[in-house]
């Protein structure tokens, strides 16, 4: 017989009967589906066969609905009397259960502070429909306005933060068994540098430290750069400290500038500038030095000449200058004395009572410096010729400032005394560097294509100077269709091509200097003849 998925057995019964009892797997069952029933005592011992029927009948109705996964198993039905009893067998299999199942997730996540977070949790299978719970560093989660379970068991952090992180389980259950997914959250944090000195200066030799202190999680990693470039800290002039910040070794005038440091971590990055003035100590440049008035610079001059000291002095930031002669101080509103930019001093109509030992200072935060000159004003003659003045010095040498052609000849020195004389002659050549004509540095030409063009370059120049014509750079090579005249004044181009186009120059050079034109070369087609808003300086067909 099967009842409700139960099989009984064959159902005998003594005429008496003192109970019924129900047993699971030879275990008295004392609950079923919340009704705890252990035995039916049957109080009337006359009840016939299909009375006893009838009450067995109504224990497998009552126990026997709503069945579970925990309910499968061999259940045991039992009558007893004092004359024997029976037993009815029944196998009870609960089907259609489905364990939960959960999507895969990372088993590590990251998220930047103060951004969103939202952690799956994914329903793959489940019969009944599992529950979702989520624990976080093994404590049960407890919502609040900014971290929610979402309908779809998704976990989302509105906003996160740095206390955010941990270990997140997901836990799916119901009846058929339990499923958990776990991931770690790592909230990293954007670098920041700490607010600190952003303009410094030192004295060149004198270490110094930029300041770059950064926080972030994970730890930021510093970089420093000057233009662009980055800075090693491994080199002999930097090195790099614990905390990020870049130490300066012995710097000097090279090393001012704009530094950038740059925090970098997995969440961002973040740049702080520092600017560096390193203070230079005067130091005199160009070929007159004296550095010591046992090794002064010495200079001469013929009395009423104009005569420049030099002091030319750089530094950082730029030097006081002081001139004394000998120990005495010399004003700078002196009438003739004129203290220059560069720091010298000129000097004029000098006399012989300027003659002396002369100490130029510059000075400046990061030190000084000093110069010495000896100057020596002679007597002598001028005279001025063509305006110009022309000195004949003691020592019987003839000097002409700023020559001119005209000056060009022949020059007889006669030396003369009580014994008599005696003269020699000197030919005088003066040289004159090129000079080209047009007073336009480039000239723009158009000409149409398979058209004659003529670029010219007139010079002047003593002596006559030698002419060279470049292409692009390139000294320009002769051929049937490139050829120059006139001693090299005219470039002649027969027949034009669009390979002809391009930047030419003429070049004029002799002993005295050189001097240079450029032309721009641009050849037409016949559909580019008609031309808007054209302002080439020439036009050659």
Known sequence: MVRDGIEEGPFELPSRIVSISVARDQQQTSHLKGVVVTQVLISESSLSEAQIRAVV????????????????????????????????????TVTGLVAPLIGISPPVTSVIEGQQ????CVLLAGNPIPERRWIKNSAM??????????????????RARLQDGGEYTC???????????????????????????????????????????????????????????RISTSSAKFSAGADGSLYVVSPGGEESGEYVCTATNAAGYAKRKVQLTVYVRPRVFGDQRGLSQDKPVEISVLAGVEVTLPCEVKSLPPPIITWAKETQLISPFSPRHTFLPSGSMK????????????????????????????LNVHGGSAMLVDGLQHISHPDGTFSIDQAVLSDAGIYTCVATNIAGSD?????????????????????NVSVLVNQLTSLICEV?????????WYKDDVQVTE???????????????????????????????????TSQKYFNIDVLGKENILLKNFNSDAFLI
């Open 57 to 92: 009948t109504l224990w497998y109705d009552c126990c026997f609905q709503d069945l579970w996964a925990s309910d499968k198993g061999t259940y045991i039905c039992e009558a007893e009397n004092q004359f024997g009893k029976i037993q009815s067998q029944a196998t009870v």
């Open 117 to 120: 977070l939202t952690l799956p």
């Open 141 to 158: 989660l407890v919502q609040n306005p900014y971290i929610t379970v979402r309908s779809d068991g998704s976990l989302h952090v509105e």
């Open 171 to 229: 836990v799916a259950s119901n009846v058929a068994g339990t499923i958990s997914k776990t991931t770690t959250v790592d909230v990293h944090v954007l670098p920041t540098i700490q607010h600190g000195q952003q303009v410094l200066s030192t004295i060149e030799g004198i270490p110094v430290t930029l300041p770059c202190k950064a926080s972030g999680i994970p730890k930021p990693s510093i970089i420093w750069s000057k233009k662009g470039e």
């Open 347 to 374: 000097i004029t109509e000098t006399r012989v009572s300027d003659s002396g030992m002369y100490l130029c200072v510059a000075t400046n935060i990061a030190g000084n410096v000093t110069q010495s000159v000896k």
């Open 423 to 443: 003269e020699t002659e000197i030919t005088l050549h003066v040289q004159v560097p090129p000079v080209i004509k047009d007073k336009e540095q480039v000239t």
């Open 460 to 468: 002047e120049g003593t002596p006559s100077p030698i002419i060279m």
């Open 479 to 513: 051929s049937s269709t490139i050829q120059t005249v006139s001693n090299g004044k005219i470039l002649k181009l027969f027949k034009a091509t669009p390979e002809d186009a391009g930047r030419y120059s003429c070049k004029a050079i002799n002993t005295a200097g």
